[in-house]
């Protein structure tokens, strides 16, 4: 294996370690921030989703909110393991874990989306159907172009710092692009419904409040996180996978948000907790 060719002045190297160990802190926050979430929504969880019959949409969340665990196993692999030998295995897994978790979350989020447009007796399978190819598209991409980018990279390790280093010849920056335009086309596709329930001349039902502008809520948290890890990117391209994890974890624990939040809405509808009628009997989000 040939030498990693270090930056070369020791105030690169300094810089270069520096967004390292900021990758790492920012890695540990996002941990806690999530396993924080499991707490705080356990009580949900279990009542509207393990206590419910197995469906689709209860397996996709429950993968999508427990494969992160293994996200997180492969993360400290990658943090602080010292085989270098391993760590073009390490990527590899961790790049599949990744594209494979965000795509199960953005297929949580495209069904709120198909709940919303269902409930407006719009086209919502067409919606769905470009959602979904748009997505896919973007996924394939994103796959192929860092599996490439991963072919002729070489790997190293600096003690104490420990984790598997790499100094790749390009960014991720044209994915995150994608992924935000991506976002925004989902962005536009829940603004429309959701203005149009507002400008009606009534007062707006307890379904619009908590699942229309909620929604509208979540899909430009996504739009932020895509801008915020494009900029990264571009301005700190000696680190490609800072911040990477945390925005995978961010989306899955929004994409189970929807999930809780819709069915928790649909629980106190049918138990009268609401006093509202009409709009939930069209929600099939089960």
């Not at 199960?104 to 959602?131: D, N, P, T």
């Not at 973007?138 to 100094?167: E, H, N, W």
């Amino acid at each position: 294996m040939a030498a990693p060719t270090l930056p070369a002045s020791s105030a690169e190297l300094a810089k270069a370690l520096n967004h390292v160990v900021i990758g790492k802190w920012c890695d540990m926050a996002t941990i806690v921030v999530f396993f924080f979430e499991c707490l705080i929504t356990m009580d949900m969880e279990v009542e509207l989703v393990w206590k419910s019959k197995w469906t689709f949409t209860k397996a996709m969340y429950l993968i999508n909110r427990y494969s992160t665990i293994t996200d997180i196993v492969v993360l400290y692999f990658h943090n602080y393991g010292t085989w270098v030998s391993a760590c073009q295995a390490i990527y590899h897994l961790g790049i599949a874990l990744y594209i494979v978790g965000i795509y199960l979350s953005e297929s949580l989020l495209i069904l709120r989306v198909a709940v919303i447009w269902k409930a407006i007796g719009k086209q919502w399978i067409f919606v769905v159907g470009i959602l979904w190819a748009m997505y896919s598209a973007v996924m394939v991409y994103m796959l192929t172009s860092t599996f490439l980018l991963l072919r002729d990279v070489t790997f190293f390790t600096l003690l104490p710092f420990g984790g598997c280093l790499a100094q790749p010849k390009t960014t991720l920056w044209l994915d995150y692009c994608l992924l935000l335009i991506y976002d925004i086309t989902m962005l536009a596709f829940m603004a429309y419904p959701t203005l149009k329930a507002f400008t009606v001349p009534y007062k707006p039902t307890g379904f619009v409040k908590h699942i229309h502008f909620e929604g509208l809520l979540f899909y430009v948290y996504l739009c932020l996180l895509d801008a915020i890890c494009m900029v990264i990117q571009l301005t700190v391209p000696d680190d490609i996978f800072l911040f990477v994890m945390p925005g995978r974890i961010i989306r899955s624990l929004l994409a189970g948000r929807v999930v809780l939040h819709i069915r928790d809405f649909v629980s106190r509808q049918a138990k009268g907790r609401e006093g509202e009628s009409g709009d939930v009997s069209t929600i099939k989000f089960r």
